[in-house]
């Protein structure tokens, strides 16, 4: 077999044209060409005892660093005209599995049993299509299972609000519900020459690492993430205000001397809180309603 490098311009473009293979925006296609990224991401984002969960494997690009890199790589793309390409790119690796599925329709807990048994630790590696960016984070998150963590490409903007604190101007409801599966950080920052074609805005790569003991499993995750729903909803109004519609006429009351036990001021607003924060108070709330 002619050696693949898929980060090489003039390979790329000669695999895709033998595949009959153009770049599709309805599926967030942009292809990785910058040869530092696949391997930066492999290296931040897996061990050599792990089972890592690919999602959009495009050309192959990152998987064959991930494949490197990894136990045993799992990848699931929606293109099925990738398939036949995938199978001459990653020909060379006997530890990774391409299943022709969309992300968001797949069972990940059934997979992720199937697949990574014998792993030590089951993580999310990706450069995500940026259309469904959101969704899937969240999809992956309440999947259920036990990722330690996901390390993705996404738009810069989106990366900046995952990892925003309380109280900035990118903080808001994604934020606070990412932060309750884990600890997101950002690791770097990837220009628009990285990828054919190149995107109209930056991407970065960040990494989310899960709790090892969620803090907030003995939170009502329902109440818990709608107060973090309904305070970012209307972020200029007070938490008092935003939460009102959630609570009894009773709850309505006690609030603001919840709030000032817990010291926060009366009119605090939902900005200003992480998610420790609303879930001390969707504590408070929750033991009046058990007493
Ligand atoms: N990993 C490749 C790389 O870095 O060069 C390609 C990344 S490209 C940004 C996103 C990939 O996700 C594409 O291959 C696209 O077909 C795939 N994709 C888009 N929507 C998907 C979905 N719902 N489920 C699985 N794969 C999807």
């Known amino acids: 077999m002619a050696e693949i490098n898929l980060t090489d311009l003039s390979c790329l473009r000669e695999i895709m044209a033998r595949f009959g293979i153009s770049t599709k925006k309805k599926y967030g296609q942009n292809f990785l060409i910058n040869k530092a990224v696949p391997l930066r991401i492999a290296l931040e984002g897996c061990d050599e005892e792990d089972g890592v969960l690919e999602i959009g494997p495009g050309m192959g ?18 293109d099925e005209t990738l398939i036949p390409v995938l199978d001459y790119t990653l020909g060379d690796f006997d530890n990774v599995t391409v299943i022709l599925k969309d992300v968001l329709k797949t069972d990940l807990a059934q997979l992720c049993e199937e697949h990574f048994a014998q792993c030590e630790h089951v993580r999310v590696c990706a450069n995500l299509p940026y259309y469904i960016t959101t969704p899937v984070l969240m999809y992956l998150l309440e999947s259920g299972v036990r990722f330690s963590s996901v390390t993705v490409m996404v738009q810069k903007e989106v990366a900046d609000r995952i990892t925003a604190k309380a109280g900035s101007s990118e903080y808001g409801a994604i934020t606070a519900a990412v932060a309750y599966y884990g600890k997101a950080e950002k690791l770097f920052t990837v220009s628009p020459g990285s990828f054919l074609p190149a995107p109209k805005v930056e991407s970065a790569v960040m990494r989310i690492t899960m709790h090892e003991e969620n803090p907030y499993a003995d939170c009502n995750r329902k109440l818990l993430f709608d107060m973090v729903k309904a ?6 109004k007070t938490l008092s205000n935003t939460l009102r519609p ?8 006690q609030l603001s001397s919840i709030l000032l036990e817990l010291g926060f001021p009366a009119d605090v607003r939902g900005e200003k809180l992480d998610i420790s924060h609303f879930a001390q108070i969707a504590r408070r709330i929750e033991e009046g309603r058990t007493k």
């Open 61 to 78: 690009t990152l998987t064959r660093a991930l494949c490197e890199r990894a136990k045993k790589v799992v990848c699931l793309e929606i």
């Open 231 to 236: 305070a970012f909803e209307q972020r200029r």
């Open 246 to 253: 959630l609570l009894s006429k009773e709850e309505r009351e």
